[in-house]
């Protein structure tokens, strides 16, 4: 099945931990983005990055961190700098260079900060 | 200049009622207009999207009406279902390669009463 995988479903984390979410996909699309999912806010952009071994900041980049080692996967660190982790996050991948933008999301991580 | 203004909130529309949800933008660079659909704890999937080069896509019971001069766009469902109810979300983005991040809107909460 193609599609992006999210791991975990649900995640908790000790205040002053650094946790990190898993997102694949095997859709061979180039461009991966992460957003960060709060009640009545919609979704804000967190990292995107569109090639290997390159990403940019998207609006509210403090306190997260990722990388982009391999095609398939973008994982995001929750740093302890983050100073409100809980939220539903949610991660996705597109063509690059296409008409049409469409993002494809995975099924999301529930983070709570205990 | 990247915002994306959605209403209502929320919307509570009677079963074969046509609820309507709309959206506004300010940045003209924008040409690609999507709009997604979420239900709870799963991730957004793509609904329908527009081109600024037409003024109404219809695809099933969902249709997009766009207006360029107002830069406005909004989301008829037509003859809905307790099964539309869900969280809408309006985005928008320039299709220009190397700018294909989304700006999306901050959602509609959708409950259709049988």
């Known amino acids: 099945d193609g599609g992006i995988t999210q791991s975990p479903k649900y995640l908790f984390r000790k205040e002053g931990q650094n946790v990190t979410l898993s997102c694949e996909q095997n859709?061979?699309?180039?461009?991966m983005y992460w957003y960060r999912q709060d009640p009545g806010q919609g979704l804000r952009l967190i990292y995107y990055?569109?090639?290997?071994?390159?990403?940019q900041k998207g609006d509210i980049a403090e306190g997260y961190s990722v990388s982009r080692e391999k095609k398939e996967s973008f994982p995001l660190t929750v740093t302890s700098a983050q100073k409100n982790p809980t939220a539903f996050y949610l991660c996705?991948?597109?063509?690059?260079?296409?008409?049409?933008?469409?993002?494809?999301f995975g099924p999301g991580t529930r983070l709570t900060v205990l | 200049q990247q915002q994306v203004k959605q209403s209502p909130q929320s919307l509570i529309v009677q079963k074969g009622g046509i609820p309507i949800i709309n959206c506004a933008y300010e940045?003209?660079?924008?040409?690609?207009f999507p709009w997604y659909q979420q239900f709870p704890g799963k991730g957004p999937a793509l609904l329908i999207a527009?081109?600024?080069?037409?003024s109404e896509k219809k695809e099933g019971r969902f249709t997009i009406s766009f207006n360029k001069s107002a830069k406005q766009f909004s989301l008829h469902i037509m003859d809905s279902q307790p099964g539309d109810s869900a969280t809408y979300f309006c985005?928008?983005?320039?299709?220009?390669?190397?700018?294909?991040?989304?700006?999306f809107g901050t959602g509609t909460r959708l409950t259709i009463i049988p």
């Open positions: 996705a991948s597109s063509w690059t260079g296409s008409t049409y933008n469409e993002q494809f």
């Open positions: 859709l061979n699309h180039d461009a």
């Open positions: 990055s569109q090639i290997v071994n390159d990403f």
């Open positions: 940045n003209t660079a924008f040409d690609y």
């Open positions: 527009i081109r600024p080069d037409v």
């Open positions: 985005a928008a983005s320039s299709t220009n390669f190397g700018n294909e991040k989304l700006t």
